[in-house]
């Protein structure tokens, strides 16, 4: 256990200092990031898709189709909104990371009763976390840009939330097809957390999101 939650922690510091470098470094090796990271989800969420359906090979090319399209979208909105403002996209990469931190750590300490059975080790107490957890970054946005500051402060705790909502949502999408194919993880490329769609499975989902708030807010 003690050794899992170490490869976990590390992996986790690796991921955020390759992510620190491509959202400050150029928007180039962002959109590059954007591209690698859609490519190998794509490849994980296919090989789910394949053990999911092993017999109807017109639906797995249906979703197939339907999953390409998506992630093109999702690395399309996460660049439109990294291109009009960094902050807005530190802003809600940050809610995902800390609604899945808030949801691990309080699930851990708290227990209590699950949330659903699609994916066993969520419980209604660690789902209180996230939301709890996604609001922790608009604290820090307000005291940095301007821009939100024009904006009504329960206008920006409704958009966290939502996002929370949306980032657990996704996250409950892809344990289904994980339970689905009968695996735990999506994949084995990040040491302590499974695939690479294991980690970003909420994101994927809140970014267009994100994005589609941020055109008509912003």
Same mark, same amino acid.
């Given at each position: 256990m003690t050794k899992n939650l170490s490869k976990r922690i590390l992996t986790s510091l690796f991921l955020l200092l390759i =992510?620190? @470098?491509? !959202?400050?470094?150029n928007k180039y090796l962002f959109l590059a990031m954007l591209i690698i990271i859609s490519f190998i989800s794509f490849i994980e969420f296919n090989n789910l898709i394949k053990k999911s359906f092993k017999?109807?090979?017109k =639906?797995? @090319?249906? !979703?197939?189709?339907l999953s390409v399209l998506f992630f093109i979208l999702f690395a399309y909105t996460s660049y439109e909104i990294y291109d009009r403002s960094l902050i807005s996209i530190i802003w809600f990469i940050t809610i995902c990371i800390l609604s899945d931190?808030?949801?691990?750590?309080?699930?851990k300490l708290v227990g209590g009763k699950k949330l659903t059975k699609i994916s066993p080790?969520?419980?209604?107490?660690g789902s209180i976390g996230s939301f709890i957890f996604s609001l922790i970054p608009l604290m820090f946005l307000l005291q940095i840009n301007d821009i939100y500051n024009n904006i009504n402060l329960a206008h920006l705790v409704i958009i966290s939330l939502l996002l929370s909502t949306i980032c657990q949502a996704g996250d409950l999408l892809i344990s289904y097809f994980k339970r689905k194919a009968k695996v735990k993880d999506t994949g084995s490329i990040l040491p302590g957390h499974g695939g690479l769609l294991d980690r970003i499975d909420g994101l994927i989902f809140v970014l267009p999101a994100a994005h589609l708030i941020d055109k008509i807010i912003f």
């Open positions: =992510l620190s @470098i491509s !959202i400050f470094f017999k109807e090979e =639906l797995i @090319i249906a !979703i197939q189709i931190t808030g949801g691990f750590v309080i699930g080790n969520k419980t209604i107490a």
